[in-house]
């Protein structure tokens, strides 16, 4: 940031026990962990910062939400610098989304297990470089139903849990037809590119074995079926495009079904993963 505006943090940075010698306030770029919410990092990095300025409150807001199951760039505002929050969840962000094929999950991704199975005929990598241009662009976009859009004043997730625990109690499947109650939004997708393409997903079997402590082992976490074939996308889109619905989208232009498998953001307004910082190491810079 500018000396005119909010201080960026970065490694090593050293910040003074005096919120007054930040009248912009504070930025933090932070990588999300995987299975932490939101909420839960903002309420770590503020009891940090209210220690760290002998503050009993002290305002701390993020700069938009990322789904439990994903990582990557998650902006704090610190202070005055809350005042910008809104400016910067209206910017354009990008993500590298893995997208499983042939099946559905009731959430899009893996918070919950997969609900129905589809055939994998069309399912192909070429396919899929055919289909990509054709979600680029202004298009109108149906969010999932576990989503906090609202259905007549009350939240889709809440009517979305008592669907899914009806499924489960009756033996049937979860109505996805459900969130054809929600309104269309009107976003943009800037670009879309194809990473990377996977025959199926025993490539999941290599990845590190994650560090699940006792706030993350509160979010539920399906295994990809190794049967299913993946690809990993870079997308760029605007504010209020939900990536879970993209996935399912392209899943039905497959004549499938999908779900997100992963999800990291790497940009949002102007700032880079390469700025971030993890949780441990931007709470660590109220420590010393």
């Not at 504070?26 to 990092?41: E, F, G």
């Not at 990809?224 to 619905?245: F, N």
Request: one cysteine or more; proline letters at 4%; glycine letters at 8%.
């Amino acid at each position: 940031m500018t000396n005119s505006g909010p201080i960026l943090l970065r490694r090593g940075h050293i910040i003074t026990d005096n919120i007054e010698d930040y009248p912009e306030g504070l930025v933090l770029a932070v990588d999300k962990p995987y299975r932490w919410t939101s909420a839960d990092v903002i309420r770590k990095l503020k009891w940090a910062a209210c220690r760290h300025f002998h503050k009993k409150n002290l305002k701390v807001g993020h700069a938009g939400t990322l789904d439990p199951l994903a990582t990557g760039l998650l902006l704090v505002c610190i202070g005055k610098a809350t005042r910008l929050a809104q400016s910067f969840q209206h910017s354009d962000k990008q993500y590298v989304a893995g997208v499983a094929f042939g099946a559905t999950t009731p959430s899009y991704d893996r918070e919950k297990a997969v609900d129905r199975r589809f055939g994998l005929d069309g399912v192909r990598e070429d396919r899929l470089r055919e289909i990509l241009p054709e979600f680029v662009g202004e298009q109108w976009q149906v969010a999932p139903l576990f989503s906090a859009k609202s259905v007549d004043g009350v939240r889709a997730y809440e009517l979305a849990r008592k669907a899914y625990r009806d499924a489960e109690r009756g033996g049937g499947e979860f109505d996805h037809s459900a969130s054809e109650l929600l309104s269309r939004q009107w976003i943009r997708i800037s670009s879309l590119e194809l990473l990377a393409w996977h025959c199926d997903a025993s490539f999941l079997r290599c990845a590190a074995p994650e560090q699940v402590s006792e706030r993350s082992a509160r979010i539920n976490v399906v295994p990809v079926p190794e049967d299913l074939p993946c690809a990993d996308i870079r997308i760029d889109c605007s504010k209020g495009t939900y990536i879970r619905a993209l996935a399912r989208d392209l899943g039905e232009a497959m004549g499938s079904g999908a779900f997100l498998y992963s999800l990291r953001r790497t940009r949002n307004a102007g700032f880079s993963i390469e700025d971030s910082l993890s949780l441990d190491e931007a709470a660590g810079l109220f420590r010393e």
